[in-house]
């Protein structure tokens, strides 16, 4: 039993070789994904030009920024660069040399900045309900029935693990991607997996300690 209880330790608790402990490490997580923003046809948001009919802002954990334009009559303006941040400033500097500092708020997949409401989108079709299929690996008990994780598009999620004998271990947080890893934040911790989607079928490993997830989607009715 107690081993068994240290499975979500094991399985949500092992740290990835180089980029991914680098993830693991990074000072706001959240900030981290695609954001965007849509004109005020579409939503209120003050103080942004309406010349623009979409804005899309990228962070990466290196500290590079990309920022698209869409202006309405169709064309892109876009500027990559570094950036850097505090609790409540964000400092933008582009390739050319110049350095823009706005306020912001975030939490987990909304960001206020400069009046304008932006909201993280997730790329690729994660959102849903996983539920195991496989479960392999040497640190992996016996006893381990079953690992069902809910991934939510709005970047929350909640993991449950079940035993053969009825034991059930809980954790709930926020997620979010980089490349191929995915990143669970919870209370007391943080996991960051390596992630493979294909179809409906979403494979976690973590090669460091050699285990694997293998999860499908569950249809709805």
Known sequence: ???W????SVFFCLSMPAKASD???FDFPLLLGDWYWFS??????????????AINISFNSDYRFNVKLLKRDGTVEEANGFYDLDESTL??????GEAQHHEYKLNHNQLMLRGARFTKILPNNLSGAWYSDVIQGHDVDDEVAELALMLRPDF??????????????THR??????DDHL???????????QFELDADTLTLTDNQFGMEAVLKRQQTP
Do not use: H, W
């Not at 209880?5 to 979500?8: A, K, S, Y």
């Not at 929350?156 to 271990?169: A, D, K, P």
């Not at 990143?183 to 997996?193: A, E, F, K, N």
């Open 156 to 169: 929350l999620f909640s993991v449950r693990i079940s035993g053969t004998e009825g034991q059930t271990v």
């Open 91 to 96: 400092v933008l500097n582009d390739d050319q």
């Open 23 to 25: 993830l693991t490490q």
């Open 173 to 178: 947080g926020v997620y979010f991607l980089e």
């Open 183 to 193: 990143v669970l934040i919870y209370r007391g911790g943080q996991q960051d997996s």
């Open 1 to 3: 039993m107690k081993k």
């Open 5 to 8: 209880l240290c499975l979500f």
């Open 40 to 53: 005020p046809d579409q939503q209120e948001a003050e103080g942004v030009d309406n010349q623009y009919k």
